[in-house]
């Protein structure tokens, strides 16, 4: 069996030094020391020629590990003060105060303020985290304390095995000495020991370690840690803690990087034979790749504001990586690895305060609309067979494209069309459910063999060869409700595209502009769970040390019930229906988006189509603008059919008509 021997000092350290750079250059290495003195030391410029570049040490899990548990570890003793960024300015009087609101100290934390004192960033990270609402039972420091106790003893020297729910990844060190290294290990055990239910949280090596720079010791770290995972605020979530939590934040960061980032989402679909392999290390690129002042300036933010943080600053890192990439390498060998290299390389691209500017720039729409696409990729997750007790992948998610065939686009085309597809959706194999030379070209028929199946995309080829299309987010059954008038229905998941001559994809427009819409008021009494957080068990096992902190995950069946479409309308109040023209069909034809022209109109025979510019999708006409239909195409991108789900059952199936938005609106 493989160990690490971690042979500790048998004595605390020496006395403490002055650690502040004072007048004649001096520095203390102890962290007790600099947290009497009040700070004065300041951190080095984030320009790529002012700060040394910080090496992040990525150490492999062993399957046991030594600890000398003779010593008793000091205060700051966890870090080697060498490695650790020069400070050169000295702090605000506004940024040393930590008495502002929670929206100053968000604006403190983003313009770097507590990266000027060492002392101030540790008392920050203290009040911050004691705000943090938990649930009710949330192990402390006094808990830690009984529970190392209780497991390593006082012999000199015990072997433990790293918890299971780190699934083998690997663990920065930062700037810590191999005492530091030790202690991580002993909080990740005893969170292990205590969070029975946690089983699968890779980034949970890297939060440890990070907070371990700025503790008192290891108790207050791991108090710290447990009141991450153990908050219950329900607009905020920090640690996924289960694999399918994990996943469904990959796909939720993918589908971001798909609307956000359409000139690196294109390349990488373009490049790579699986964009699911290369978005699954997009918390690896912060905590991992990028060093230690970069990820430390990341950890401000997000213990203010959330995952949320983390998907601006990944996706701020994919838009500048495209940005680097000249247009001679745009045949990139291994953009996973390139990636990578990039963010480990960052310093020689931009400094953490454009990086933080650059992510903050990105406008994403509201905590609600993300939680509601997390909660969407969890259940197909759940459906594609993914559990909250699985530790880690068992086969791949990926769809293997080669062995679905269109007689409109080939393989090529179909890989580029599929990556433009929610990931929800793209788990599942696509299946044919329309075709003109198998059907014949009548609406009444493309009705009945599209009824009851959602989501869809359109694919229509002209007699000129030009090919273009439809992703629709919605089932056709939704054109009954309006009693056979004409109306409008469909989710801002829909989008427009053209394959050839161009290749195109054309989104809602307030994909790009979310801040043109106002967010409908939510009623004081909702609440949105995390989808990462566990909630208390009403039975714990017996027995058990830590049983009356049992947890288990929120069971999702409970929630889906509850669950509004992603991007629905109804979450918004629009400067105008024209914005909210996706889809509508009638006897008399079908029209895909809407407002001063038509994205496409087709007509009953199937045969003479339209396309103009619109104003729901803000596209150019997608062919030539009248055109003759040679082939069509409908294929069905989840699994099976879903002509009146559960989860619009229970929400007593509201119609999304421009009747009842106004309605809505009017109400609200």
């Known amino acids: 069996m493989l160990q690490v021997g971690l042979g500790l000092p048998g004595s605390p350290r020496g006395a403490a ?7 004649l250059g001096k520095r203390n290495r102890s962290y007790s020391a600099l947290m009497s003195s009040g700070g004065g030391d300041v951190e080095a410029a984030q320009g790529p020629a002012d700060s040394p570049q ?33 400070l050169d300015q000295q702090p605000s009087a506004q940024s040393q105060s930590l008495t502002q609101t929670s929206k100053e100290l968000k604006k403190l934390a983003r313009e770097g303020h507590w990266a000027t004192n060492h002392a101030l960033r540790a008392r920050a990270y203290q009040q911050i985290i004691q705000h943090i609402p938990c649930r009710l039972v949330t192990p402390d420091a006094l808990v830690y304390r009984d529970v190392a106790s209780r497991l390593f003893g006082k012999q000199s020297v015990s072997s433990h095995p790293l918890p299971e729910f780190l699934g083998g990844c690997g663990m920065p060190t930062y700037c810590l000495t191999m005492e530091g290294v030790t202690a991580v290990k002993k909080i990740l055990i005893c969170l292990g020991n205590l969070f029975p239910d946690i089983t699968y949280s890779p980034i949970l090596p890297a939060v440890v370690a990070l907070l371990l720079h700025y503790s008192e010791d290891e108790a207050q770290c791991f108090e710290n840690v447990s009141r991450l995972i153990a908050c219950n605020d329900s607009h905020t979530s920090y640690i996924d803690q289960s694999f399918l939590a994990h996943q469904a934040s990959r796909m939720t960061f993918g589908d971001l990087a798909n609307k956000h980032c359409p000139a690196a989402h294109r390349l990488i679909a373009s490049t790579s034979e699986n964009v699911f392999e290369v978005y699954s290390e997009w918390l690896g690129w912060i905590f991992g790749d990028l060093p230690f002042d970069y990820a430390i300036r990341v950890l401000d933010v997000y213990l203010l504001e959330g995952q949320k943080v983390l998907y601006r600053i990944a996706l701020a890192l994919l838009r500048q990586h495209r940005l680097s990439v000249t247009s001679g390498e745009l045949e990139v060998a291994n953009v996973k690895g390139d990636l990578k290299a990039f963010v480990q390389n960052i310093r020689e691209h931009l400094t953490v305060d454009k990086l933080l500017e650059r992510a903050f720039g990105i406008r994403l729409f509201s905590r609600k609309e993300i939680w509601l696409l997390q909660m969407a990729n969890r259940k197909a997750l759940a459906e594609k067979g993914v559990t909250v007790v699985q530790r880690r992948q068992l086969f791949h998610l990926a769809v293997d494209m080669l062995n679905f065939s269109s007689a409109i686009v080939t393989a090529q085309e179909m890989r580029i069309m599929w990556s433009w597809i929610p990931e929800r959706f793209s788990l ?13 070209y009548s609406l009444q028929r493309f009705y009945s063999c599209c009824e009851g199946y959602e989501p869809t995309v359109l694919l229509i080829k002209t007699t000129q060869g030009e090919v273009c299309g439809a992703f629709l987010s919605s089932d ?31 989104e809602w427009v307030f994909i790009k502009k979310p801040e043109l819409t106002k967010a409908v008021p939510r009623s004081p009494r909702q609440r949105l769970p995390s989808p990462a957080s566990p909630v208390l068990s009403t039975s714990p096992p017996s027995g058990h040390l830590a049983s009356s902190n049992h947890l288990t995950v929120p069971m999702l069946q409970r929630v889906k019930a509850h669950l509004s479409p992603y991007l629905a309308i109804r979450h918004f ?46 596209n150019p006409p997608l062919c030539q603008e009248n055109f003759q239909l040679f082939r069509a195409e409908v294929i069905n991108t989840s699994k099976g059919s879903s002509p009146r789900n559960a989860m619009r059952q229970e929400e007593g199936t509201i119609s999304n008509s421009h009747t009842s938005q106004l309605c809505s609106h009017v109400n609200n």
Request: aromatic fraction near 14%.
């Open 476 to 506: 056709w059954n939704e054109r009954k409700k309006s009693g056979g008038a004409s109306s409008f229905f469909g989710t801002g998941e829909c989008f427009v595209f053209s394959v050839r001559p161009e290749t195109e994809r054309y």
């Open 573 to 618: 109040l629009l400067p105008s229906k024209t914005a909210s023209m996706f889809m509508s069909g009638t006897r008399e034809g079908i029209v895909i988006g809407g407002g001063g022209g038509q994205a496409l109109y087709i007509d009953a025979d199937l045969y003479y189509g339209r396309t103009e510019h619109c104003e729901t999708f803000d």
């Open 54 to 86: 910080v090496p992040v040490l990525i150490i492999s899990e062993a399957e046991t590990w030594d600890i000398d548990a003779s010593s008793c570890m000091g205060c700051g003793q966890f870090v080697d003060w060498d490695k650790m960024p020069e």
């Open 17 to 23: 030094e002055d650690f502040p750079l004072d007048q």
């Open 428 to 440: 599942f194999p696509p299946v044919l459910l329309f075709s003109t030379s198998e059907n014949g």
